[in-house]
């Protein structure tokens, strides 16, 4: 049973960086055909993607959020780490990492998710 | 940029059949993937790729995918099955998710 836990601080100040790691438990970040992704969900809203990263290092950004995101992998720890900078409180929200399987350049589903960490933006 | 629209709100009585849709400009030639959410916890798939069903959920749970409207049907919906569900998409290298719609059991 794949497991996936994510950490990192739960409140960050307006300006700074939000930094999460997502420790993968019992499958191997490089496996072939499966990528690895971050995905928020603000209070009470509904969800929004954020990247995703393949053990190469390939990544997909959402577009809007691109040029405030770097979405990396550690193979040997078997994680993957989120980088959100210049926050505002409207980066307030659960973030959430998963799993997605591939195909042909194709992601597909987000079949294992972590539990979620809610990350708060104030000062 | 491509957008998925849901309804707000379904509701349904016990025991009857729920339908969910998820509307796109030709969504029929994409894979759409649908997820469960309670809330405080995590989403979790109940149909990927237009009909399949993980071996985990209950056989209730179907798909149906063409033209321009992607459907999440519940036969004989239960009172565990209040939740809000989204639709998902691949679009132009970018994971695309519907704005989510509240599933009431009556």
């Known amino acids: 049973q794949v497991q996936l836990l994510e950490s990192g601080p739960g409140l960050v100040k307006p300006s700074e960086t939000l930094s999460l790691t997502c420790t993968v438990s019992d499958f191997s970040i490089s496996t072939s055909n499966y990528y690895w992704g971050w995905v928020r969900q603000p209070p009470g809203k509904g969800l929004e993607w954020i990247g995703s990263?393949?053990?190469?290092?390939?990544?997909y950004y959402m577009p809007s959020l691109k040029s405030r995101v770097t979405i990396s992998v550690d193979a040997s720890k078997n994680q993957f780490s989120l980088n959100l900078t210049s926050v505002t409180a409207s980066d307030t929200a659960v973030y959430y990492c998963a799993r997605l399987p591939s195909s042909s350049w194709i992601l597909d589903q987000f079949d294992y998710w972590g539990q979620g960490s809610l990350v708060t933006v104030s000062s | 940029s491509y957008e998925l629209t849901q309804p707000l709100s379904v509701s349904v009585a016990l025991g009857q059949t729920a339908r969910i849709t998820c509307g796109g400009d030709k969504i029929g030639s994409k894979n759409v993937h649908w997820y469960q959410q309670r809330p405080g916890q995590a989403p979790v798939v109940v149909i990927y790729r237009d009909s399949n069903r993980p071996s985990v959920i209950p056989e209730r749970f179907s798909g149906y995918n063409s033209g321009n409207t992607a459907t999440l049907t519940i036969s004989g919906a239960q009172g565990e099955d209040e939740a809000t569900y989204y639709c998902h998409v691949w679009d132009r290298s970018t994971v695309i998710f519907g704005g989510g719609t509240r599933l009431t059991v009556l």
């Open positions: 990263i393949y053990h190469n290092g390939n990544t």
